[in-house]
């Protein structure tokens, strides 16, 4: 059996194995992207305005993301919890980039950037649900991580 064909056989198996539904979990990705964006403004906002208060309110978001990623990320192990927050930053990031890359007419790289947001938030999953390291095997067999996310994720199952 093939690297691929055993790393679709354990999400098969995953599937069987606990009914995942990651439509709502995928939310609450989107959710923490965006929480995370938000402590980003408030400090940029602190910093530009000289005014204190926003501090404060980068704090009281930054717990709210702290509540939300560990419902994401209940089991973590070594650097996997920051590693997921960066890895849902760094996705959102890039879907602005494309989103202006795409606004000013630039399509083609407005889908390189979309596919690069696209393996982080693959890899954020893998991670997440543990199937794989975050190491990339750039090998010709190995399985992609956009694969699993193509295989367990799907927004409109409801």
Same mark, same amino acid.
């Given at each position: ?5 055993? +790393?679709?056989? *354990? ?15 995928? &939310? =609450?990705? %989107? ?6 964006? =938000?402590?980003?403004?408030? $400090? ?6 000289? !005014?204190?208060?926003? +501090?404060? @309110? /980068?704090?009281?978001?930054?717990? @709210?993301?702290?509540?939300?990623? /560990? ?17 849902? /930053? ?6 602005? $980039?494309?989103?202006?890359? !795409?606004?000013?007419? &630039? /399509? ?10 696209? *393996?982080? %938030?693959?890899? +954020?999953?893998?991670?997440? =649900?543990?199937?794989?390291? $975050?190491?990339?095997? @750039? ?12 295989? =367990?994720?799907?927004?409109? &199952?409801?």
């Amino acid at each position: 059996m093939t690297t691929f064909e055993t +790393f679709l056989a *354990r999400i098969e198996k995953l599937h069987e194995k606990s009914g995942i539904d990651l439509s709502s979990a995928e &939310d =609450l990705a %989107f959710a923490v992207m965006n929480v995370v964006s =938000l402590e980003e403004h408030f $400090v940029m906002t602190a910093l530009k305005t000289g !005014r204190d208060e926003y +501090f404060d @309110t /980068a704090s009281e978001v930054r717990e @709210t993301r702290k509540k939300l990623l /560990a419902e994401l990320m209940p089991e973590h192990q070594g650097e996997t919890w920051c590693a997921s927050k960066h890895l849902l /930053a760094a996705t959102m990031r890039l879907i602005e $980039v494309g989103m202006k890359y !795409r606004s000013d007419g &630039d /399509a083609l790289r407005a889908k390189e950037k979309f596919e690069q947001a696209y *393996r982080l %938030f693959a890899i +954020f999953w893998a991670l997440k =649900l543990k199937l794989v390291g $975050v190491k990339a095997n @750039t090998s010709p067999q190995a399985s992609r991580v956009e694969d699993l996310l193509n295989q =367990l994720a799907n927004c409109c &199952d409801e």
